[in-house]
């Protein structure tokens, strides 16, 4: 079984075809073919279903696949191991983030990190806080930036405080509230709310912040998208509450300062088992060191 064969696998599971797969690893669609039925030969099962419409893979194809990519990720980690020890950083690094990071610069930082290391290949990934630190701790993603509570710390990785920002709320230019200076909490109870979804950490803030105020609100739109969010709030259908330091960048809106605002913590986060030379690099860019000390409160 060779590496070349799984990646062929690989690449036509991705996108069930035979001839994208091949146009992907620059071949020509009868050696991809080849390879892929002699690995069947070889593993004794058929991995896809070919017909004339569609490629998809069997249930052994659907058992292969994880083991494959494994390989291939473990292949790429090793030559990017090489790399490094003797002075080159390669490979690829996946990096999460919120949508509503603004303690880093992410563009900025990534296009340092670019002009240093342009041998890697770098993925961006939108989720929210708590997928992403997940995410970080089975090692789909190196590095993550996010946000938590501060009654919150991220579990099971390396975490390195960003900053600390206060909420503010945001209505539209015509909303009754937007000439206001301050308000509070119980204010703003009286509004109906545009917000991230239940249970995602930065939902979890605002309904804790209302909650020990003795309040509850309503919270009639749901949105993943925080951009998406003030489109919501600037059409009037909602006020937000949303990072002092991240709604300058929004436009259609205004910001009111909320005299009780809750507060949340910006980290980044990486793995604690295994760092790679390019998420090191990375984190070298951001100016982490190679161990972060305790967060504290």
């Not at 569609?54 to 990720?73: E, H, I, K, M, Y």
């Not at 240093?116 to 995410?135: F, H, I, K, N, T």
């Not at 009654?151 to 539209?172: I, K, M």
């Not at 600037?234 to 949303?242: D, H, M, P, S, T």
């Amino acid at each position: 079984m060779e590496l070349q064969q799984m990646r062929y696998v690989v690449a036509v599971a991705e996108t069930n075809s035979f001839t994208r797969a091949a146009e992907r690893c620059l071949v020509v669609q009868s050696a991809l073919s080849h390879q892929i039925a002699r690995l069947e030969r070889e593993l004794g099962a058929r991995l896809f279903e070919r017909t004339s419409r569609r490629v998809r893979l069997t249930s052994a194809g659907a058992a292969f696949l994880p083991a494959a990519r494994q390989c291939l990720d473990a292949a790429e980690r090793a030559a990017a191991e090489v790399a490094a020890a003797v002075g080159e950083v390669r490979g690829r690094l996946a990096v999460g983030l919120i949508p509503s990071v603004a303690a880093v610069d992410i563009p900025g930082a990534l296009r340092e990190f670019h002009e240093q290391y342009p041998s890697v290949r770098v993925s961006l990934r939108v989720g929210a806080s708590d997928e992403l630190v997940e995410q970080v701790r089975q090692g789909a993603i190196e590095v993550a930036f996010l946000d938590l509570p501060t009654t919150a710390r991220p579990e099971g990785v390396e975490a390195r405080e960003l900053a600390r920002d206060c909420l503010v709320a945001v209505v539209a230019p015509d909303h009754p509230l937007a000439g206001e200076p301050a308000v509070d909490l119980g204010r703003l109870s009286r509004e109906v709310f545009v917000d991230l979804p239940a249970q995602t950490a930065g939902r979890a803030q605002s309904d804790q912040a209302f909650t020990d105020a003795g309040f509850s609100r309503d919270v009639a739109f749901e949105v993943t998208n925080t951009d998406y969010l003030s489109r919501l709030v600037a059409q009037g259908l909602g006020i937000a509450l949303l990072p002092s330091a991240y709604v300058h960048q929004l436009t259609g809106v205004r910001t009111i300062e909320v005299t009780d605002a809750p507060v949340r913590v910006e980290y980044v986060v990486w793995s604690r088992a295994d760092r790679t030379p390019a998420a090191a690099a990375f984190l070298a860019v951001l100016d982490i060191p190679a161990q972060s000390p305790p967060v504290t409160d």
